[in-house]
């Protein structure tokens, strides 16, 4: 069964359609996603990766493609980028920016090396970097490694820096991302989560440091629909 779910149809809105009725469409735009990896030859995505960008700081390539059941950077990648009138799965919110997919989480612990490598990753190219990711809920307080914060110190793009886009995190209401020194950055933009009801998801961080929310999907209500992992539906 095919659900086809308006943009007005979520209240309150993001105004996606109204931004690309306005030439807004992230063409010229390069994202990386900073996440589990992204399946490069998922076809809601080939078309918008740049390959000659990726890394994979876990097995130490340049293909960041995630092992079994390691979705959520395809996920993150297909909300910004996938690719548009493809007659598969979904449509990216920035569906004309390219993706640099870098793969910095998995089985294993990050390490100041390993973050400030993802942070400083093809920053002669890269305008937004978009990070899920940060020090675990619930267990003090946590600040990037003097690597990382050089790092984001450091900017790119000429001087003109990186912006990077920050999770506040899922550790709702028992949590507070004050104490989670990337999301409370002077480096970092930080974004928490609200519901169709435009109230703050069951896991949402709200906190002063979360510059603005986004629709995120809460228990019992719509959620979000992204890119089908392929392992269970190809093509």
Not at 54 to 71: K, Q
Not at 147 to 173: P, S, V
């Amino acid at each position: 069964m095919i659900i086809k779910i308006q943009n007005g149809d979520i209240s309150p809105s993001m105004k996606v359609v109204e931004a690309w009725q306005s030439g807004y469409n992230g063409s010229g735009i390069i994202v990386s996603v900073v996440d589990q990896g992204i399946e490069t030859d998922h076809s809601d995505l080939d078309a918008n990766l740049r390959w000659d960008c990726h890394l994979d700081l876990i097995d130490n390539d340049s293909n960041p493609y995630p092992p079994f059941n390691f979705r959520h950077g395809t996920q993150v990648a297909g909300f910004i980028a996938a690719e548009r009138d493809n007659n598969n799965c979904i449509v990216g919110v920035a569906y004309g920016s390219k993706l640099i997919g870098i793969r910095l989480l998995g089985s294993s612990y990050t390490t100041d090396i390993t973050e400030s490598l993802a942070i400083a990753h093809a920053y002669n190219v890269t305008d937004i970097s978009s990070n899920s990711w940060g020090p675990p809920d619930f267990y003090g307080y946590f600040a990037p490694g003097p690597l990382t914060a050089e790092a984001f110190e450091f900017g790119g793009r000429g001087g003109k820096g990186i912006i990077y886009i920050w999770a506040a995190g899922n550790g709702g209401t028992s949590d507070n991302c004050n104490a989670d020194g990337y999301a409370n950055s002077i480096y970092t933009v930080t974004i928490s989560s609200i519901n169709n009801k435009g109230q703050p998801a069951w896991y949402s961080e709200v906190c002063p440091p979360a510059l603005a929310v986004t629709y995120s999907g809460d228990t019992n209500q719509r959620y979000m629909v992204s890119s089908v992992n392929i392992y269970k539906l190809k093509g």
